[in-house]
């Protein structure tokens, strides 16, 4: 497996990243527990989580399994900061006291003394942006974090970030993990560009658009029972449109025709696009994450390429998988 570096931090990351938002909820922890372990057996060294999964039982459950095997310094731990972690008015946001006191709440339940990459869960309406940057410069030069990045941020305010931290000598953002799949490409237009110009990971989530390119959202079948779309969860009204559920009966077609399944062929294509590190996979099983671990060893082929974009051409978007994110204003038809 060849590893890839982490923009401009130096560190080397497995070409798939754990994420685990389902940990502890709905994975229960002997389960989760057990996907670490077999993610880190499997080759994935790089692992992602944050404080508000769960109530910070995903870092919890993490940091329990990490001090059973005694494997933290063998992977690359990341980590973010934004959502409200209680009831009290600056218990949420990026004001330098909310990302001080998180952060050492994210290193208690995680059982370590530095976070490898610390990331912004979101843009902020209205803390400055160098109040934000000076808190995280502190904590890198306190050697409680080492790198930081960003998360579902529009590219002006990345750049923003770079050029502030320039300017004061302050720890720059390494990374940025932004919604990617087939079905939502609208990061090809100006995230990518900028990735690549200034040496930024891109870290995408939802790489397989939360299963409708794995063929779960056929055209004409109903929400599987169980599924988001049945419980109303995470925007998916809005996500699941009748052109991804074509694009996704399409991507079954040809997964069949290559001899993998829909959501590696999905989760291949995304590893393997321009400016790209590191897909996050978020499995809810054992099962999930055993059909994902091939894919570490698996290349798109070039004449591939021209299929996929014929299905939804480069830049534009049939899906929305920015609509959790403030800032965007724009909606998929």
Request: proline residues 7%.
């Amino acid at each position: 497996m060849e590893y890839r570096i982490l923009g401009s931090s130096g560190l080397k990351v497995s070409p798939l990243c754990l994420g685990t938002m389902n940990f502890g909820g709905p994975t229960p922890e002997a389960e989760s527990i057990q996907i670490l372990n077999r993610a880190l057996d499997g080759g994935i060294n790089f692992v992602d989580t944050a404080d508000m999964y769960n109530g910070g039982e995903s870092e919890r459950i993490i940091g329990k399994a990490l001090k059973e095997n005694g494997r933290r310094d063998k992977i690359v731990l990341a980590t973010k900061v934004y959502n409200p972690m209680g009831d009290g008015p600056n218990d949420q946001d990026l004001s330098r006291y909310h990302i001080i006191k998180a952060c050492e709440d994210s290193l208690r339940r995680l059982q370590t003394d530095r976070i490898d990459l610390y990331q912004l869960h979101r843009p902020s309406s209205f803390i400055p942006h160098e109040e934000t940057l000076r808190a995280l410069d502190d904590l890198v030069r306190a050697g409680k974090v080492l790198s930081i990045g960003s998360t579902t941020f529009p590219a002006w305010i990345i750049m923003e970030g770079l050029a502030i931290s320039r300017q004061y000598g302050w720890v720059r953002y390494v990374s940025e993990q932004p919604p990617y799949n087939l079905l939502d490409r609208r990061i090809e237009n100006e995230l990518v560009p900028l990735a690549l110009k200034h040496n930024l990971a891109i870290l995408p989530w939802s790489p397989i658009a939360m299963g409708i390119l794995a063929g779960k959202y056929l055209p004409g079948a109903g929400a599987p029972p169980g599924s988001r779309l049945a419980e109303g969860r995470n925007f998916m009204n809005e996500r699941v449109t009748p052109t991804g559920r074509q694009v996704g009966a399409k991507m079954v077609e040809l997964a069949l025709e290559r001899g993998v399944t829909a959501s590696q062929l999905a989760l291949l294509w995304c590893k393997d696009q321009p400016g790209i590190t590191a897909p996050l996979i978020g499995p809810r099983t054992l099962a999930h994450l055993e059909n994902a671990l091939p894919v570490l060893e698996m290349s798109l082929k070039d004449k591939d390429r021209p299929i996929f974009d014929s299905l939804v051409h480069p830049g534009n978007a049939v899906s929305d998988f920015y609509n959790s994110a403030w800032w965007m204003k724009a909606r998929v038809q």
